[in-house]
Structure formats: structure tokens, C-alpha cells
């Protein structure tokens, strides 16, 4: 075999990893031979005769595990993008070592004491306010991690971790196979009528690529409870078959598995010093205190019930003219559009065609950043990234000074997951002089061959969003790796990517790219309104499906050790009726069975960041269209103030640094229509 290529830095511009030298051979022996380095660099400063000081210990910590950390990013990315039965197997070995590997560092004595000896003397070291912080937060992760527990409790903690890290890559897996497997197979394109011609053609290409029976038409399923066709389909049963096969996935296999998870992390809260796993996940974010996230989520759930209850009531009128007497699950999209097209004249269907992804990208999405930032982006074909459909850009600042990359993986497959996301394949740092590259990931289902991909309006808000956590990792200006980019607390990573939502409906963005892909005629001016108007309509759902979603997982996770949870059904159920947010035609967002983000994605107990971040982000968007600024400086400022500086400071000082003030809940409430 020839010369790993992870065992030396990138010679590509930006060191973007060299893809196609890379095999799913590579992975296990750069793993392996990247941890075995690191713990040799830590032992080096460890075993180091002099007395620690913040370069001996802190900054070589922080220059420790290149191999590894390179490695990982490129793994990791591939586990969620391009999957295959080999990269699951080696991900299912991994995982658990490197969980091992996280607690050999974390729980190393030595080390913990010449980091513990610096925080005791922090005050007399001289330290910038950034080094400072990288000490303080390396001194907080390692107690959390367990560096205080005796000897027994940290072998005990051990078996936790490797138990949970193997679990959560399991639990993944499973919902990774359901989600194929539940896809819905139809014999007739007569059972999609109420799809635009281009989305029934979508979906005898699905067959075909899923190498189904010639003739057949799949519906894929998203990640959410709700799947998007649920809006347009006419056909009752048919609506009702795809909303259960969503609503079903991964039942058997994943809610032992949650159970079990659940339990093992309430046992090592209790371990690490806290009543419950969200204590002990909350201590570290912006909320600070489960009191604080109850007490938000327990404001919201009534009015966000009652604004439903008004929804389901229009609702009612329209399904009676159809002979439904009662609203369910899988009626409540389709109805609520019949809604919007009598009461607001806005049609879902009508709306795609003036959404054509590469004008939405280029005319809408990179011209925003140009607006707020002065970015330019060039894509570079000559530049191999790891999938065939995934699209390299060069972004530059308005100098003409060369900024990063940007990867585009626009399009769903099936080994890539569902959802969408942002990662990093490079993360920047002064320390060791790299520059980012950073990735979004959506779904989007690929057209029959030659016909433009035509996204709906949530697609294009999908891709706004995402582009705001690439920002995020793109204007990160910091000296050491810990703090670059998006690795901020799980609460206020989302605020930057809401805010970035605002300038799809911003008249200067959404006139530039909100074009007919036949004609070229801009979205009409009074469609523009309509839209607006309805978008207040539907706030009521949207809210009770997330905040249903963020109750289970703020239950599941403040279960104190020792609880027993019988079956993960009956838990979901008991939990939503007593939250006052059980409503039957509106599930949850995700259920346990497949609810990836907290069993398998890092947002354990930490659900919530999405409504506290858009505290931060109605807040925001306030301040961009009422400052007096120009949108440039505007973006300056955030930029210069907020999205560069990571996590280098405390968050909300970034935030109170831009606004000039704490954070205020009047404009969510406003939006969400709560108020």
C-alpha cells in the first residue's frame, strides 16, 4: 500500500485534505498511529523537568494531535456525507477508542496538575485576555472531564464513555438504515397527484437510482417527523402512509438504545458532581442553569398551544369542504397550505419555479455575504473534494485577499444522512497558521437529468442558515484551535446561522436571486407581501413540533440515575401530556427512535439552543435594520465583533458588544407569535 496520506500535512492550497489519494484503508492506521502520537506529546509535557508555563504546557498542548485531529475531520465528514458498509465498520471501532483516547488525556494526573498549578498562579502570569481564557477553559474541561474524580470513579467514568461513544455511533447507524428502509415505494404517478410535474420526475429518478422496479416512484424520507410532500400530496391514504413510515423509523432498535443511553448519562452526572445530565450539559452554556432553559420552555409551551388550537381551527373549515371531520397528523400540512393559497394567494408549487439552486447560491446567498461582508467566491474545479457532487469555492475578502474554502454538497444520496449541517475540514488558528475550509451539507432531491433543481422555500431557508455557520468558520480570527470558528457553546452556535436567515427575505437579496428559471421575471412585488403575511400563519405549529421535540429531549435528560424507563413510547407520551403539549395532529419534530441531534449528534440536553439562540437572533436582526448603519458596516461589525472572535471571549459579551446591550426576549416573541 502506498504512503498514508494522512501521514503528513496537505500540500493543497489551504491544506485541504488530498481526496483522492485517500482510501477507507487509511483511516484505522491514521487513527492509531495519530493517538499514539498525541499521548507521546503529551508525555513530552509531562515529563518535561521545568516548572510549567503557560508555552510548556498550555501551547503545547494545543499544538498536540495535528495527525489526529486531521484525520477526524476528514472521517467524521465522511460518516455523515458518503457512508459505506467500510467506513461503518471502522466508525463502530473508532468511536470507542477515541473516547479512550479523550479520557487518557483528560484524566492524566500529571498533566491535569501543571494545568492546575498555572490556573492557581493565572493572575501573576501576564497572560493576554485570549491566553488567559485558553486556560481558564482548558482548566474547566478538564474537571468537567473528570481530572478531580479518585481512581476508582475515573475507571468507572472509562467504561461510561467507551459504552456511550459506541451507543451513540450504533443508534446512528440504526436510524441511517431506517430511514432507507422506510422510503416510500408507489406504483403510480397517479398517487402523487398534487406534486409539480418536476417533483413526480424527482422521484422515478429516486427509483431509479435506488434500482427499484422500472415503472415505481420513492418518496425518500427527510430526517424530521414532517416530510415536505405531506404539503402537496391529495391523496389522503397516501399522505397518511408516508407520515407513518417517518413517524415509525427505527422504533425497535433505537428506543432500548435511548433507554439505556439516558441511564448511563444520568449515571456519569452524577459521577462528575451534578444531579442530572442537563444539569451538567447546561453549567457550561449561555443558559447556565436548568432553571433558566425550564423557565424559557415553560413560558413558550401555552401560548404556542393556543396559537396552534387557532390554527387547527382554520383548518377545520377547509378539511370540512373535503369531508374530514377531524384534522390529523397527516393532514395538518396539507390543509395548512390550502390555507395559505385561499387566504394569502401564496401556492407552495407555484413559488419553486422562481428558486432554481444555482441562482438561489450565487445570485442570492453569496450575494448577501457580499453585501454584509464584501465576499467573492470562485469555484475551482481543478480542486477534488470527497464526493463527486460536492463543489469547491475560494473565497476572497473585498481586498482580493484570499480568505478560505467553501464546500457545497447540495444534493441528498443514499449514503449520505438526512438533514443538513456544517462542518470543518480545516479549522483556522494563528498558532499554527492554517486558514479555513469549511463545508454545508443539505438534501436535496436531485431532478430527472437536465431539469433545473427547483428548491421550496424552506430548501432555500435551509441554505441560507447553513451558509451562516460557514461564515461562522470562515471569519474565525483567533490564535489557538480550541477556540476557532463554531466551537462555541451548543446555545449560541445556532444564533449566528438564524441570523444569516434574514437576508433571504431582505428586498436587495431576495429581488437579486428570486428569478423564474424559464423567463427570467423577478417574484412578482405583491407575491412578495403575500409571502410575508404568510408566514406569520403556521408559527403555531412550528413552534409546538420544536417545542415537543426539545421537551423530550429536555426529559430524557433530566432523569436522575437509578429511574427506571420501561419502554421509550410510553416515556414520549407521558412526557408530552404532562408538558401541556401533547397534541395529536402535531408529533413532535423528531422523535426518540430517530431523534439523531441528542443520541448521536452532540445536542444531548442542549435541544433547546435553537429557540434560546433565536433570542439572540430576533434580537439581532432588530439591530441590523434599526442601527443607522449601512448593511456593510453593519456586517463589519458583526463580524469583527462576534463571528471572529469564537470562542476566545464569552459569547454574550460578543453579542453585547454588537447590540450595546443584554439580550431581550420581546422581538422572538413577536415573531413567533407569542407575544
Known sequence: ????????????????????????????????????????????????????????????????????????????????????????????????????????????????????????????????????RLLERRHTEFVRSGARLGAAEQERLRELNAELAALGTTFQQNVNAATKAAALVLDSADELDGLSADAIAAAGENARVLGCDEGTYVLSLKNTSGQPELALLTDRSVRERLLAASLGRARDTNGPLAIRMAGLRAERARLLGHPTHAAYVVADETAGTVEAVAGLLARLVEPAVANARREAAELAKVAAADGIDEIAAHDWAHYSEKVRQSSYQVDAAALRPYFELERVLHDGV????????????????????????????????????????????????????????????????????????????????????????????????????????????????????????????????EFPSQVNEMWMIRPEVLANYARHHVTGEPLPAELVERMAAAEGFGQGFRTVEYLAATLLDWAWHTVPEGREIADAEEFEARVLAEAGIAVPAIPPRYRTAYFQHIFAGGYSAGYYAYIWSEVLDADTVQWFAGNGRSVRNSGEVFRRELLARGFSRDPLDSFREVVGRSPETGPLLARRGLA
Open 1 to 132: 500500500m502506498t504512503e498514508n496520506p494522512f501521514f503528513k500535512p496537505s500540500t493543497l492550497v489551504y491544506e485541504l485534505p488530498p481526496f483522492a489519494e485517500i482510501r477507507d484503508e487509511h483511516y484505522l492506521p491514521a487513527y492509531e498511529r495519530g493517538m499514539a502520537e498525541q499521548l507521546a506529546e503529551i508525555a513530552a509535557i509531562t515529563a518535561d523537568p521545568e516548572p510549567p508555563t503557560f508555552a510548556n504546557t498550555l501551547v503545547a498542548l494545543e499544538r498536540s494531535g495535528d495527525l489526529l485531529r486531521r484525520v477526524d475531520a476528514v472521517f467524521r465528514n465522511q460518516v455523515a456525507s458518503d457512508t459505506s458498509d467500510a467506513v461503518d465498520e471502522v466508525d463502530a471501532k473508532v468511536s470507542p477508542l477515541l473516547a479512550a483516547h479523550h479520557d487518557a488525556i483528560h484524566l492524566d494526573r500529571a498533566l491535569f496538575a501543571r494545568i492546575e498549578e498555572l490556573y492557581g498562579r493565572r493572575a501573576e502570569l501576564g497572560l493576554d485576555p485570549e491566553s488567559l
Open 366 to 493: 453569496f450575494h448577501a455575504a457580499g453585501l454584509a461582508y464584501g465576499l467573492t467566491f470562485t469555484e475551482r474545479p481543478d480542486l477534488t473534494a470527497y464526493h463527486p457532487e460536492a463543489r469547491v469555492f475560494e473565497v476572497f475578502e473585498e481586498d482580493g485577499g484570499s480568505l478560505g474554502l467553501f464546500i457545497g454538497d447540495f444534493h441528498a444520496r443514499a449514503s449520505k444522512r438526512g438533514g443538513a449541517w456544517m462542518d470543518e475540514l480545516v479549522g483556522q488558528s494563528a498558532l499554527t497558521g492554517r486558514r479555513p475550509v469549511v463545508m454545508n451539507n443539505l438534501n436535496i432531491a436531485r431532478p430527472a437529468p437536465g431539469e433545473p433543481v427547483l428548491l421550496t422555500w424552506d430548501e432555500v431557508r435551509t441554505l441560507f442558515h447553513e451558509f451562516g455557520h460557514a461564515l461562522h468558520g470562515l471569519f474565525s480570527d483567533v490564535r489557538y484551535p480550541l477556540f476557532a470558528g463554531t466551537a462555541v457553546p451548543r446555545d449560541f452556535v
